[in-house]
């Protein structure tokens, strides 16, 4: 298993930034791909951006594209989320998740969560 620990969230207002973070750890946890998943009030979970820890493979939710940039830090063994131009309906709990190299997708592991509030 891979232990996963988020943080950066908190308050902006719209069209602000903020950076996410998602510490990595276990003895397996470079055989993984990492994500970022949010979950807004009422609503359920979905994914938002995916990378290897190379940085050879990125994917984006639709949404998201132009605005967020996932990125890794192999010696912090840490994954970022930049934010930028922010809107109201980014508000959401961020999650860290990682999934194995098997071609299956699911996501195996989970952090905390950590939350996002955007102001209008």
């Known amino acids: 298993q891979v232990q996963l620990v988020e943080s950066g969230g908190g308050l902006v207002q719209a069209g602000g930034s903020l950076r996410l973070s998602c510490l990595a750890s276990?003895?397996?946890?470079?055989?993984?791909?990492m994500g970022w998943f949010r979950q807004a009030p009422g609503k359920g979970r979905e994914f938002v951006a995916a990378?290897?820890?190379?940085?050879?493979?990125?994917s984006y939710e639709d949404s998201v594209k132009g605005r967020f940039a996932i990125s890794t830090d192999n010696a912090k063994n840490t994954v970022y989320l930049q934010m930028n131009s922010l809107k109201p309906e980014d508000t959401a709990v961020y999650y860290c998740?990682?999934?194995?190299?098997?071609?299956?997708?699911?996501?195996?592991?989970w952090g905390q969560g950590t939350q996002v509030t955007v102001a209008s």
């Open positions: 276990g003895r397996t946890f470079r055989n993984y791909f």
């Open positions: 998740a990682a999934t194995p190299h098997d071609g299956s997708g699911e996501y195996t592991s």
């Open positions: 990378i290897s820890w190379s940085g050879g493979a990125r």
